[in-house]
């Protein structure tokens, strides 16, 4: 069994999550070699000019072959899938996974996860987006591929679009409010990704097959607003929660319909249907001696 922790990485797509471990992993000393992947098309987002000195290659995602090729040239042995969290964004990953497999350098691929924790989601017969996600890891088994899924709970920096705030001046809050969420800071999600994938052998029990559960915090969407120091306005039933657009005024009200019912924690276990407080953040330890942001930190409040 190789001993070796990532020589070669490389990164899809840096329109969100991926920009952050992109920057985690240039902050190392001792840093794997990084290529970025950009889609070739219009919708490609170019590198923010901190990160500039990284390679940047503009692919068509399904292009199996140049895929193949790129990953071989590389010699990538991790790939990091950060392709956005859209149904039809997450098909794409099938041609990145088959790629990854055929060049038969990559030891470790981490599908776009980045969120809730979405395993049992395809077995249970759900159909949104945490089913797509299962699914795709159903895929990677299937075609022999050792995975590495990171479960982030909600992005820090989307908590006060979530709570309606860049639209109004109160939280607006779906229910009760007060089901614990798993809230982490994206500068943390991209420390610990950079740190387990230079820290630990590719090949080692603590990464090949793994589900990582990290969590900043455990906190309320009712706790959030006393950060804030904002009044709640609680959303009458059928209502939605208020947004810029119907279609994100959607997706918000879809997230919190998923926080209300338990479900935004990574303590929340869809196989099972139960909640467990130590599943949640169970996988922090691996990033021993970190302190993990929270909202009162980021907010300078604490
Ligand atoms: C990891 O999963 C892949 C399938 O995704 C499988 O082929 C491989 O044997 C597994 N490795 C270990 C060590 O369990």
Known sequence: MS???????????VGGIGT??????LNLPNRPKIIVFTRSDSKGKAVPDDLASVPVVSVDYTDVAALTTLFKDHAVDVVISTVAGLPTAQKAQYSLADAAKAAGSVKLFAPSEWGLPTEGAKERGESNVFAVKDEFADYLKSIGLPYARFYTGLFAGYLPWLLALDVTSSVHIIGKGDKPLSLTSETDIGGFVAHVLTNYPLSSPELVNQSFRIQGQSITLSEAAQIYG?????????EQV???????????????????????????????????????????KLWQGHVWQTLESIIGKN
Not at 3 to 13: E, L, M, N, Q, Y
Not at 230 to 238: C, D, N, R
């Open 3 to 13: 001993t070796a922790s990532a020589k070669s990485v490389a990164i899809i797509g």
């Open 20 to 25: 952050y471990i992109l920057r985690a992993f």
């Open 230 to 238: 904002k009044s709640i306005v609680y959303i009458a039933e059928g």
């Open 242 to 284: 208020p947004a810029g657009s119907e279609v994100e005024s959607g997706y918000k009200t879809a997230m919190q319909t998923e926080v209300e019912e338990g479900r935004g924690s990574g303590g929340w276990d869809r196989r099972t249907s139960t909640y467990s407080p130590e599943l949640a953040g169970s996988a922090n």
